[in-house]
């Protein structure tokens, strides 16, 4: 590649710009960006939203002049190579790089929206941008009633920010228990009392069914923490009505068994999907994600894919790590590298609370549950309140949690990266080396 091909990526989040920086002069890049907002780390606006980091604080490194900002590409003309613009302008391309993202899960729940509407209620925040991290900021003052739904990384994480403002916190989560995709269940109990212990109410098994709004026909009066099918019998007809130029507001939720929680504020915590769309209208194949091969490359050959809006091998990751390594995997290969891309070992890290809170530190990587066979090495210290456990498989580190301490994550995770046997595992799990 020489300076002289023209690359061209949407997307300046964080696997665009590490593209960008990683191929510096060997090519022309422009970098189209939809927020208008300083390219940022989404990995810290939980921190922004607790209160902890100044917005600023999470700037990504300056990326010159590549970057357009406040540019959306609404279309992709493979036969041209060619991106248009809702700005009126074009830009050409040998080759173009996806770098999309994903979006928030928006469930399909009751009141959510209007009949052909697509505004969400006042009071409702997804929790995936820094424009749902301002909004949600600006909304929160201490007692405010707070619902989250979703109890993965997301829900947890913007659970104890708003815990960490003042909010009174629920959180409610459809699976059994917290985090479940990456931690087990004693790691997972350790983690509630946690959050509970931060003024978070958690139910877990818990679907919200809808959302209560002042322009619902179930409207409830303000006041009731929760009430029950019977309790709101006759209530409907007492309930805040709004007319045609009044926004709705949501004043609670409902869930599965009928029962009501009184809401100030929901959060929308749900998951994310891949941001696909453009892939799609342009042919290219689409999965979950856009389906690249080990040179991240769609089924176009001049059209590549990182990130989140990526699927290698099955796998979209949706992890700053593997956004990371894509993007130098991709680098290398359009500055003339011939090394595959084999995939990303995810290393999920997350603190809870702050200063004057106490705050736990969690940890996980790799298979955290264990298959018939395996051996699990666990070592929880109830006076700490710490816990480790690791899973093997043979003689190899196949994946494992750690909460409350970390210092040893690092070896840990360097074992399992290297798919090493490891010699001392009472040294990996300790401090001290076990002495």
């Known amino acids: 590649m020489t300076s002289e091909q023209r690359v061209v990526v949407i997307g300046g989040g964080l696997a665009g710009l590490r593209l960008a920086d990683r191929l510096g002069p060997a090519a022309t890049v422009t970098v189209l960006g939809e927020e208008s907002h300083v390219p940022y780390n989404r990995v810290l606006l939980a921190e922004v939203l607790a209160g902890r980091y100044a917005p600023v604080v999470t700037a990504l490194p300056a990326p010159g002049q590549a970057l357009r900002r406040g540019v959306r590409a609404v279309r992709v003309d493979r036969a041209e190579r060619a991106v248009h613009c809702d700005d009126g302008t074009v830009a050409p391309y040998d080759t173009l790089v996806l770098a999309t993202g994903s979006n928030a899960v928006l469930p399909p729940?009751?009141?959510?929206?209007?009949?052909?509407?697509?505004?969400?209620?006042?009071?409702?925040?997804?929790?995936?941008?820094?424009?749902?991290?301002?909004?949600?900021?600006?909304?929160?003052?201490?007692?405010?009633?707070?619902?989250?739904?979703?109890?993965?990384?997301?829900?947890?994480?913007?659970?104890?920010?708003?815990?960490?403002?003042?909010a009174v916190v629920v959180l409610a989560q459809q699976g059994e228990r917290l985090m479940e995709r990456h931690l087990d269940a004693e790691a997972s109990t350790l983690l509630a009392t946690h959050l509970t212990e931060l003024g978070v109410e958690i139910h877990t098994e818990c679907r919200v069914r809808g959302l209560v709004t002042t322009g619902s026909p179930t409207a409830r009066l303000p006041g009731l923490r929760l009430t029950s099918p019977a309790r709101r019998t006759g209530r409907a007809e007492a309930g805040i009505r709004r007319g045609d130029d009044t926004p709705r507001k949501v004043t609670g939720v409902e869930l599965a068994d009928g029962y009501r929680l009184e809401a100030e504020l929901v959060v929308l915590a749900c998951g994310v999907r891949p941001r696909t769309g453009l892939a799609k209208a342009a042919g290219l194949d689409v999965r979950t994600g856009i389906v690249v091969d080990d040179h991240l490359r769609t089924s176009d050959p001049h059209i590549h894919a990182i990130g989140d809006c990526a699927e290698h091998?099955?796998?979209?990751?949706?992890?700053?790590?593997?956004?990371?390594?894509?993007?130098?995997?991709?680098?290398?290969?359009?500055?003339?590298?011939?090394?595959?891309?084999?995939?990303?070992?995810?290393?999920?890290?997350?603190?809870?609370?702050?200063?004057?809170?106490?705050?736990?530190?969690?940890?996980?990587?790799?298979?955290?549950?264990?298959?018939?066979?395996d051996d699990v090495v666990r070592l929880a210290d109830g006076t700490r309140r710490t816990y480790r456990k690791v899973v093997l498989r043979g003689d190899r580190l196949v994946g494992g949690v750690l909460l409350g301490e970390l210092s040893t994550v690092g070896a840990l995770a360097r074992t399992w990266e290297g798919g090493e046997a490891p010699h001392d595992l009472f040294h990996l799990l300790t401090d001290d080396g076990g002495h």
Do not use: K, N
């Not at 929206?113 to 997804?126: I, K, S, T």
């Not at 593997?322 to 090394?339: F, R």
């Not at 891309?341 to 200063?355: I, M, N, P, S």
């Open 313 to 373: 091998a099955g796998h979209v990751y949706g992890l700053a790590g593997a956004a990371l390594e894509q993007a130098d995997a991709l680098a290398a290969v359009l500055t003339g590298g011939s090394a595959p891309y084999t995939g990303t070992r995810a290393l999920t890290r997350l603190t809870l609370g702050g200063a004057g809170q106490g705050s736990l530190d969690l940890a996980a990587f790799g298979e955290t549950t264990p298959r018939p066979g």
């Open 109 to 166: 729940l009751r009141g959510l929206f209007e009949p052909e509407g697509r505004e969400l209620p006042d009071g409702v925040h997804a929790f995936r941008t820094m424009d749902d991290c301002l909004a949600l900021s600006a909304a929160v003052r201490p007692g405010v009633r707070a619902v989250v739904i979703g109890g993965g990384l997301l829900g947890v994480s913007a659970a104890r920010a708003l815990a960490a403002r003042g």
